[in-house]
């Protein structure tokens, strides 16, 4: 694992796209797993400037989304599908996101775990961390050989949410991700946290044994990951190689 810590969240941002942006570059019809958040924004940001800048090129490009939330109507406000509508204009050639609507939301993200794979899987996936340690929707519990699924979110991701839904008796119950097994399958990872209430979980991560209650702690076991931090969530571990 590489650990890269930065001023601010702002250049965790740019350097996450100058990643993005170089994985496109060496394979232009590039894979990439996208995740959503607020720890991404400045990175979304970063990449519709470059795009539309000339400086980057997404047109051969596919992203998928990592996760969404279940029971709700597909693109409705605090979905996945709107953050991305929102945010990802980076002029991707096609986004995957699930359909939050789906009569059968364990077929549906099962479907888009196939798509991934025949696709060829994902060149880079960048991913954010939750306050408990989730990585897409694989809330505490989830084992390193967990497939894409159906999951019932926890109280912490559900207020984690409640402003984009209007309100916490809004957040649907249910959320489909990508599994464990499913993100550490990709060619390489991109995680970024950022702000001081991620710098204790960062630090059990990063530094903790690999364990399903801290899912995140499970990337250790992938060769290729890189942590992106600002100094606040780095603070709290014991050392890092920047
Ligand atoms: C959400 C998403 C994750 C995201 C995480 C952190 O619930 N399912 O994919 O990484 O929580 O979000 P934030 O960046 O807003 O802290």
């Known amino acids: 694992m590489q650990i890269r810590v930065l001023d601010d969240a702002e250049a965790v941002g740019r350097e996450a796209a100058t990643i993005v942006c170089g994985a496109v570059r060496a ?37 998928y989304a990592i996760d969404e939330f279940a029971g709700v109507p597909f693109y409705a406000p605090g979905t996945n599908a709107e953050f991305f509508r929102a945010h ?16 059968d939301p364990d077929a549906e993200v099962r479907a888009l775990a196939t798509a ?23 809330e505490p519990g989830s084992e390193v050989d967990t497939s894409a699924r159906v999951v019932e979110l926890t109280a912490t991701s559900r207020r984690a949410h409640a402003a984009g839904f209007g309100g916490l008796a809004r ?36 530094e903790g044994p690999m364990r399903a209650e801290v899912p995140a702690s499970w990337l250790q076991s992938h060769g290729l990951v890189l942590w992106l931090l600002d100094r606040p969530a780095a603070a709290a571990m014991r050392k890092t190689d920047a």
């Open 171 to 206: 957040v649907p119950a249910l959320g489909m991700t990508l599994g464990v097994a499913d993100l550490v399958a990709s060619r390489r990872l991109l995680v970024l946290a950022t702000g001081a209430e991620k710098a204790a979980i960062v630090a059990s991560a990063i």
């Open 88 to 103: 990802a204009d980076m002029g991707l050639r096609a986004l995957t996101v699930p359909d939050s609507g789906a009569p």
């Open 27 to 63: 394979k232009p019809a590039a894979a990439l797993g996208l995740p959503t958040g607020a720890t991404p924004l400045p990175m979304y940001r970063e990449l519709g400037r470059r795009a539309r800048d000339g400086s980057a090129d997404f047109g051969e490009a596919t992203g």
């Open 116 to 138: 991934v794979e025949a696709g060829g899987g994902f060149d880079l996936c960048v991913l954010g961390i939750g306050a408990n340690g989730h990585i897409a929707f694989n």
